[in-house]
């Protein structure tokens, strides 16, 4: 059974940090595609960053030179590293796994966290 746990999320004033990290149990392979994803309150999910370890990383424009997606393989583990935090609605971020090696074409993703709350605040 694949689980994902993430952490990391709070509040934080507009030009913080915060770092957040998902924990990955019970998938055959650490080399899958995984990303990152937040949605707020009555606005559909978006993606924020990709990566896979033989594919490389993909951003969205809007954290482009302000996020660094990354994956630890020792500890089962890919964090985002969020930097120049503009305030905005808070948002539940998720992370989440695919089965794919590559992250072009996007693959389905279907193992997702429960998700960790971003608030920043001006």
């Known amino acids: 059974q694949v689980q994902l746990v993430e952490s990391g999320g709070g509040s934080v004033q507009s030009g913080g940090s915060l770092r957040l990290s998902c924990e990955v149990a019970g998938l055959s392979s650490n080399d899958y595609c995984v990303g990152w994803f937040r949605q707020s309150p009555g606005k559909e999910r978006e993606e924020v960053a990709v990566m896979a370890r033989y594919a490389g990383t993909a951003y969205a424009d809007l954290v482009k030179g302000r996020f660094a997606i990354s994956q630890d393989k020792e500890k089962h583990t890919f964090d985002l590293q969020m930097n120049s935090l503009k305030p905005e609605t808070p948002a539940m971020c998720y992370c989440?796994?695919?089965?794919?090696?590559?992250?072009?074409?996007?693959?389905?993703?279907?193992?997702w966290g429960e998700g960790t709350q971003v608030t920043v605040s001006s």
């Open positions: 989440a796994t695919s089965h794919a090696w590559v992250c072009n074409p996007r693959p389905k993703f279907p193992y």
